[in-house]
């Protein structure tokens, strides 16, 4: 897969790209991955980017010239590469976006700044939007950053086989089950039993379980919009029955 991030602050990229899994998947050949600079493409003296928007008002607009053929270069780089704007006004980024990007040859992100970018630049040059979340950034380069992180840790061969991907939060659409480490005993809590039991069929029991209740408690969303598996349904069965009895047995108490 070969990244090409377009922006006006390039600097912020080589730390990225020498660091962590993006380091390694560069090493390993299995991504290759540039910043290019938008102000080169622009004209001029001082190689401006930006200019005041028609109409008035406040703040500047990101000119389509530099853009345009700073595109232009990425593209020629890498003929099947998609493209994509960062921006709040695109579909928000989740894991299972990034499975399909992962499986792209290219991806070509465009880093916006300013109040925005010359509209005209949608029709011809961007194939998708994409939005981090409902916030606003000063800048896409913490959005092109996070998605190239993940898409760069799906591609197969890039995680070893212990930490793969498969095993994720989210791989499989609950989040993960608790996690303990030394010492046994921390400010006078312990470690769940069942953990030092060396029982590798009751260790996965609890673990399905904890990720099953803490995806409840945490984010209910996920569990209302997935098609749950019948062991989850089983579980949350068993759950639903055991809570059931205590009401139950509190309001006969009454
Ligand atoms: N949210 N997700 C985001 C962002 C900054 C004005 C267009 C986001 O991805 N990017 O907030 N980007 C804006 C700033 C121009 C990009």
């Keep these: 897969m070969q990244f090409s991030v377009l922006t006006i602050f390039p600097e912020m990229f080589p730390s990225f790209w020498e660091h962590g899994i993006v380091r390694r998947a560069i090493a390993q050949e299995k991504i290759q991955a540039s910043a290019r600079n938008i102000r080169d493409f622009a ?13 008035g008002g406040a703040g500047m607009v990101m000119k389509p010239e530099p853009l345009a053929g700073a595109l232009r ?30 499986s792209l040859q290219g991806l070509i992100l465009i880093c916006g700044r300013y ?18 979340g409902d916030y606003v950034l ?14 760069t ?15 994720d939060s989210f791989s499989d659409g609950l989040l993960e089950h608790a996690q303990y480490t030394r010492p046994r005993e921390f400010e006078g809590e312990g470690v769940p039993e069942v953990l030092f039991s060396g029982n590798h069929k ?39 029955r055991e809570i059931g009895k205590i009401i139950s047995a509190q309001s006969r108490g009454l």
């Design 43 to 55: 004209s001029g003296k001082h190689r401006v980017t930006d200019d005041r928007p028609y109409g």
């Design 73 to 102: 270069e990425a593209k020629r780089e890498i003929p099947f590469a998609e493209t994509i704007l960062l921006t709040p006004q695109g579909r928000i980024f989740n894991q299972k976006m990034a499975k399909q990007l992962a």
């Design 202 to 240: 009751e260790i996965a029991k609890w673990r399905f379980e904890t990720a099953l209740i803490r995806t409840f408690l945490k984010r209910k969303d996920l569990l209302e919009n997935r098609n749950l598996k019948s062991r989850e349904l089983d579980t949350l069965k068993k759950w639903h």
């Design 115 to 132: 109040e925005g970018v010359d509209e005209r630049i949608f029709d011809d040059f961007v194939d998708f939007e994409v939005s981090l």
């Design 153 to 167: 840790r799906l591609i197969p061969g890039v995680l070893g086989g212990v930490d793969s991907a498969e095993s």
């Design 138 to 151: 000063t800048g896409g380069e913490l959005g092109a950053m996070a998605i190239i992180e993940v898409v």
